[in-house]
């Protein structure tokens, strides 16, 4: 069966450090993947999504960026974190068009 | 950006009482689904429906849509305390991204 993997669960970080969120997905090839973010009490801003190795698209321009270095890896990174950068982190994946999305446990993000 | 548009964005009811929740989105879909998230935790997929689709099934869940007005609809039938968690609608336009609506946050009275 299909499993996701998402950590930390909760991260606090000092303005102006850098940061790494990572996921990994497990039983499936060739995943879609992404990632949102989403403020307290809100809906899930997307981010980022990935087709494929080193296919990354952009949705929001802002302080963040992605990377996919594997198949089943997607990574979220920052070199400088903004007080609004806080928020609640989702990783997410799909078997492409047509199908359901299967989200991580989420990570918490306190920017102090 | 914001596809969905889900209504209301409260709602508190009676345990055993239906709940109903509203999603209007904008551009055309291949597939819209409803996500269920319980505080603090990922969203956990409840039912998809595709655009040529009018209703479908599940449980004690049932789902419409009208692709001409561009809205769905759930609704819960006999509602129970576990119930209480916040809704979201998502679409699938075709270009391999999900978008979320805001979600409706739902509140199981007992």
């Known amino acids: 069966s299909q499993t996701i993997h998402q950590w930390p669960a909760t991260l606090v970080q000092p303005v102006g450090s850098p940061l790494s969120l990572e996921c990994t997905v497990e039983?499936?090839?060739?995943?879609?993947l992404y990632w949102y973010r989403q403020a307290a009490g809100r809906g899930l801003q997307l981010l980022f999504y990935?087709?494929?190795?080193?296919?990354i698209s952009s949705e929001v321009p802002q302080n963040l960026s992605a990377s996919r270095p594997q198949d089943r890896q997607f990574i979220l990174s920052s070199k400088k974190l903004l007080l609004s950068d806080s928020g609640f982190y989702l990783c997410?994946?799909?078997?492409?068009?047509?199908?359901?999305?299967?989200f991580g446990q989420g990570t918490r993000l306190t920017v102090v | 950006s914001q596809q969905g548009e889900e209504d209301p964005q409260a709602l508190s009811i009676q345990e055993g009482e239906n709940a109903t929740m509203n999603c209007s989105y904008k551009t055309s879909i291949n597939n819209l689904q409803w996500y269920r998230q319980n505080s603090g935790r990922g969203l956990v997929h409840l039912i998809l429906?595709?655009?040529?689709?009018r209703e479908k099934h599940s449980g004690r869940l049932r789902v419409t849509l009208d692709t001409s007005k561009k809205s769905s609809s759930l609704l819960i039938t006999a509602s129970r305390a576990a119930d209480t968690a916040s809704y979201f609608c998502?679409?699938?336009?075709?270009?391999?991204?999900?978008?979320f609506g805001k979600g409706t946050r739902l509140h199981i009275l007992p």
């Open positions: 997410a994946w799909s078997t492409g068009r047509l199908t359901e999305a299967f």
């Open positions: 990935s087709v494929g190795i080193g296919q």
């Open positions: 998502a679409t699938d336009s075709g270009d391999d991204k999900i978008i």
């Open positions: 429906i595709r655009s040529n689709e």
């Open positions: 039983g499936t090839s060739n995943p879609n």
